[in-house]
């Protein structure tokens, strides 16, 4: 019997109204996070996936900004939430690992500061309490000599320590859910390698829920059970890691993977072609004019979510309930 989910988000949208018209940034995500699942989130730069979890923890808003749809976190709306009671639940049950270190800290107050203030926000702990629970998570995250690293200011560690103690302090109130944004960017294959095992490592301890952001394929191959891939605000397909990777089915997913990297030496394939421009982004495929497989179907599709047989779901005309894609794709 599956567990009810810890993160349930249902049709999210988000639009920015602008001089020229909206921008369509995200458009009817829907997705689920159960506990001690990964739901990785590929897709090109641009694509919608840190509005994702900027919206999710309620970050993104201002002037002209419109989010709608339903996003639930352990059974209760977010969507409706004050900003006093969204600032509680941050931290404590959702928690968010920035893209870039460097520009999450404040630097002129240390570590130590940063990490004390987290705990004691939402916790009864006291100030001795919170620093030892401070040293404890880094210790965890592969920083030993934690109380050194507590005296220190943001500019005197090195982006791959600053990134174990966003870990450590995403981590220190053991949240339902984390949400990392290219947890690993700017960070050597060494580094790298290791921020994702000590993740790894966290989340199975805790049995949280995470949505991990990438546009690496080795990151969500590692970490994610499912994988969500993005392309202008959709998610246009949805599958297990080694369904997805196996038989990629969108033709935007294939073409990611055909342009990675690997261990023969071999022609990268590029994807060809340039995104669409956001702005007054209108309802039919907004891959058609670098789509590689364009049907005639395609001139009148509306990006409506096919569910196959398994569970897939993919967004494609060749894909609809009588094409012949469905037999090949799945073969």
């Known amino acids: 019997m599956k567990s009810k989910p810890l993160l349930k988000v249902d049709n999210l949208q988000v639009r920015i109204a602008v001089p020229g018209g909206v921008v369509r940034v995200l458009n009817g995500v829907s997705f689920q ?16 996936k840190t509005v ?8 993104f808003n201002g002037p002209g900004i419109t989010v709608s749809g339903n996003v639930e976190l ?17 931290g404590r049950e959702l928690a968010m690992i920035m893209q870039n270190p460097m ?13 004390t203030e ?17 040293m404890e998570y880094l210790r965890r995250a592969g920083l030993p000599d934690s109380g050194r690293v507590m005296e220190q200011y943001p500019f005197q560690l090195s982006g791959g320590m600053l990134q174990r103690v966003m870990v450590a302090i995403a981590m220190s109130m053991r949240p339902s859910v984390l949400l990392a944004d290219e947890p690993t960017t700017s960070l050597d294959a060494t ?30 191959a590692r970490l994610a059970d499912k994988v969500a891939v993005m392309y202008c605000g ?21 073409a990611l993977l055909s342009s990675r990297a690997g261990i023969k030496k071999k022609r990268l394939t590029p ?27 395609c001139l009148n599709y509306r990006m409506e979510p096919e569910i196959l047989p398994g569970g897939r779901m993919v967004r494609c005309a060749g894909y609809g309930a009588s094409k012949g894609k469905v037999l090949r794709g799945l073969a």
């Open 191 to 220: 580094l790298r390698a290791q921020i994702l095992g000590q993740i790894a490592h966290l989340l199975r301890d805790f049995k949280t829920g995470a949505l991990i952001v990438s546009h690496d394929l080795g990151v969500i």
């Open 74 to 90: 352990n059974g209760r709306s977010m969507m409706d939430l004050p900003a006093e009671k969204m600032r509680s639940v941050r």
């Open 271 to 297: 994807v060809g072609g340039q995104p669409p421009s956001l702005l007054n982004l209108g309802d039919s495929c907004p891959f058609f004019e670098r789509c590689a497989e364009v049907e005639r179907a």
């Open 234 to 254: 959709y998610i246009v397909e949805m599958a297990s890691v080694a369904e997805l990777f196996d038989r990629p089915l969108h033709p935007y997913t294939r």
């Open 103 to 115: 520009s999450a800290f404040n630097p002129l107050v240390t570590v130590g500061r940063h990490f």
């Open 33 to 48: 996070i159960r506990a001690g699942k990964v739901l990785g989130l590929l897709g090109e730069s641009g694509c919608g």
């Open 52 to 59: 994702t979890c900027l919206s999710l923890a309620g970050l």
């Open 118 to 134: 987290t705990i004691r926000s939402h916790s009864p702990a006291t100030g001795r309490e919170a620093w030892q629970t401070a």
